[in-house]
């Protein structure tokens, strides 16, 4: 059956002039107008309008992106009121959805339903289009990326048209859209496939840096969804193995969940950090203390519940996707360069993977991929550790995430990613003036 949920907003878009910044605090953008439009047609009409008008136009997610990608002068799209549910079909095993809404939304109602994403990331607080955009993924050994999931989406482009793009309806939009990077218009609704609900047994344990090194290719192989966080200074990782489970149910206590994730993984690890950014000389000490805080602990739940994990603790981030056999060599190279160079690293890093996909620029596109990942806490120095991180990850031929923080070109990417030029084509006749354009896309895309 075929069912609609949510509400409808008023259809007509609401325009303001105002600041909007990120997450992390570390992007502003002042654009001529914002308008948070209710629908497809409100879209449109507010593109058509910028367009004319010479304004450049972008659409803004959630701010979790760390990068420039949503900065426009001109005019800013907010995702508010172009949200819910839009059906249910349980018969294809589909969803579609508002490109605003966030992937919390999303979830829940999925599992109201009793269908489930097969994959994604450890956050839900991100809207649709900006996950999709950016190429946010979790990890896995066979289910791939949030966009590797989407079966159709639509588009509005700059004439103000709304396309519907997927295998069969513009397929050669659909294959670049999936992760568009905003470059070709404003997605408005995706539509993504969705299986019965499951549920995952979730193994959580420490394991030594050495251990988990050498053993990275079966743990890998042997779980359908292996991840770790290094602590830098220490030989302590935090191991995470995710397996379909047949039940029955066993989520987390209340209490122990609280324990864990909000005052240990939370709480005092946000103290730790101030205190580090304040008295360097105290990181290690801090990160063998954090390395040993969690202890093992198990549990089955649905997917969702087991993906994500709360983030309140605000930071700055760079990843790298590298080809899986080149990853631990890369780690290794990192450990060496942050003890060398004297860093003092108070967060941990972390390392998941992504099978091959068929998406032209997708971090995983072609290529089993494992992705490392940076971070540092909010106003810590943090360029002389990426720039460290960096030089390693695109010695092993890297791609960067596309929201989080690097230094690449359109010249490197386009090395990098072998059907980049297929994506540059789309572009080209669909934005050939390029109102959905910025400063981040000219330097990673090209003129």
């Given at each position: 059956?075929?069912g ?7 259809n ?28 497809a ?7 058509a ?31 508010d ?55 946010t ?19 509005v ?58 053993e ?12 770790f ?22 989520p ?19 103290a ?123 010695a092993?031929g ?11 070109d ?38």
């Amino acid at each position: 059956m075929t069912g609609k949920t949510g509400t409808t907003a008023p259809n007509r878009a609401t325009t303001t002039s105002s600041t909007w910044r990120n997450w992390a605090g570390n992007v502003t953008a002042r654009p001529r107008r914002t308008v948070a439009p209710a629908t497809a047609e409100d879209v449109a009409a507010a593109v058509a309008s910028a367009a004319a008008d010479g304004l450049r136009v972008k659409a803004v997610g959630s701010g979790h992106s760390f990068t420039t990608a949503a900065v426009t002068d001109g005019l800013l799209i907010r995702p508010d009121r172009l949200t819910g549910i839009r059906a249910v079909d349980r018969v294809a095993g589909t969803v579609t959805v508002a490109a605003g809404s966030t992937l919390r939304q999303l979830n829940q109602t999925l599992s109201t339903h009793g269908l489930s994403l097969t994959n994604m990331g450890d956050i839900m607080e991100q809207t649709v289009s900006g996950a999709v955009s950016t190429g946010t993924h979790g990890t896995g050994r066979d289910s791939a990326a949030i966009a590797a999931q989407i079966r159709a989406l639509e588009l509005v482009t700059v004439d103000g048209s709304v396309l519907t793009c997927s295998a069969q309806e513009n397929p050669d939009i659909f294959a670049a859209a999936r992760v568009g990077l905003g470059a070709l218009g404003v997605i408005t609704a995706v539509t993504f496939a969705a299986e019965p609900e499951f549920l995952l047994r979730a193994q959580e344990e420490p394991m030594p840096f050495g251990r988990v090194t050498a053993e990275f290719g079966q743990l890998t192989d042997e779980n359908e969804h292996f991840e770790f966080f290094w602590f830098p200074h220490t030989e302590s990782c935090i191991t995470k193995r995710n397996n379909r489970s047949a039940g029955p149910a066993d989520p987390l206590g209340r209490i122990g969940a609280w324990v864990d994730d909000e005052l240990l993984s939370n709480g005092l690890f946000a103290a730790a950090c101030a205190l580090g950014r304040a008295v360097p000389a105290t990181v290690p000490g801090l990160a063998r203390i954090s390395g040993s805080a969690l202890s093992a602990r198990s549990y089955t739940d649905v997917p969702y519940k087991v993906f994500t994990s709360p983030r309140r603790v605000r930071f700055l981030e760079m990843e790298y996707a590298l080809p899986r056999e080149a990853a631990m060599t890369a780690l290794h190279e990192l450990r060496a360069a942050i003890e060398r160079l004297r860093l003092r690293i108070g967060f941990p890093v972390e390392v998941r993977t992504a099978p091959a996909d068929d998406i032209p620029l997708s971090t995983a596109s072609g290529r089993d991929t494992a992705y490392i990942a940076v971070h540092m806490y909010r106003g810590t120095p943090h360029r002389a550790y990426f720039a460290a991180a960096e030089r390693i990850m695109t010695a092993h031929g890297g791609r960067p995430h596309w929201g989080k923080l690097h230094t690449r070109d359109a010249a490197y990417l386009a090395e990098a990613y072998p059907r980049f030029a297929e994506f540059a084509a789309v572009r080209d006749r669909l934005d050939p003036h390029r109102v959905f354009g910025n400063d981040y896309l000219r330097r990673v895309l090209g003129d």
